[in-house]
Antibody
């Protein structure tokens, strides 16, 4: 059970930052982590990182280290992913997803948030 | 990082056909493989986990196997609803990585 609801699409200029939200409902938010996975137009899936809702621990893909920050607010059951220094290569649909366990497969996905980076 | 090569990238088939999709990993991934189905404009949907296990609600025409560095998704008899893109994912180690996808098209 459960549902993940994401914020709406964003259009950003190169060099800007974007913060995408993911609101969880229908399950105990703190019992699971939240991963972020992105998909460029017509491309495959790319894992960005994970946050433990229980203790706030994070693990980021090397590619995004220094540019991504994942946080969570347990009072609103919402996870956030902020990506800075955007370039056109960051144009993608960003998904939040709940894994069965840490570092596992995904049993619940958000609908995705399209972030377009364009001058 | 574990690199996954998924093949074929596109597959043309007819309703009723048996299809196989393969993922080859750059390192041993044992059975730590999941498969997802994705339709245009939608999030991926879990089809198989731990190489061969089907979540509740996934039709039994979907099957999977894995050994060492290779995993296979089999659809025993294609249904009209199965025309979609399929991705494998390894969760043997971080960073989690995905195959490039296989688009199953109507022949």
């Amino acid at each position: 059970q459960g549902q993940l609801l994401q914020s709406g699409g964003e259009v950003k200029k190169p060099g800007a930052s974007v913060k995408v939200s993911c609101e969880a409902s229908g399950y105990s938010f703190s019992d699971y982590g939240i991963d972020w996975v992105r998909q460029a137009p017509g491309q495959g899936l790319e894992w960005m990182g994970w946050i433990s809702i229980y203790n706030g621990n994070t693990k980021y893909a090397q590619k995004f280290q220094g540019r991504v920050t994942m946080t969570a607010d347990t009072s609103t059951s919402t996870a956030y992913m902020e990506l800075t220094s955007l370039t056109s290569d960051d144009t993608a649909v960003y998904y939040c997803a709940r894994a069965y366990g840490s570092g596992s497969y995904y049993t619940l996905w958000g609908p995705g948030t399209l972030v377009t980076v364009s001058s | 990082d574990i690199l996954i090569t998924q093949s074929p990238s596109t597959l043309s088939a007819s309703v009723g056909d048996r299809v196989n999709i393969t993922c080859r990993a750059s390192q041993n991934i044992d059975a730590w493989v999941a498969w997802y189905q994705q339709k245009p404009g939608r999030a991926p949907n879990l089809l198989i986990y731990q190489a061969s296990n089907l979540p509740d609600g996934v039709p039994s025409r979907f099957g999977g196997s894995a050994s060492g560095t290779e995993a296979t998704l089999t659809i025993s008899s294609l249904h009209p609803d199965d025309f979609a893109t399929y991705f494998c994912q390894q969760y043997n180690s971080y960073p989690l990585t995905f195959g490039g996808g296989t688009k199953v098209e109507i022949k």
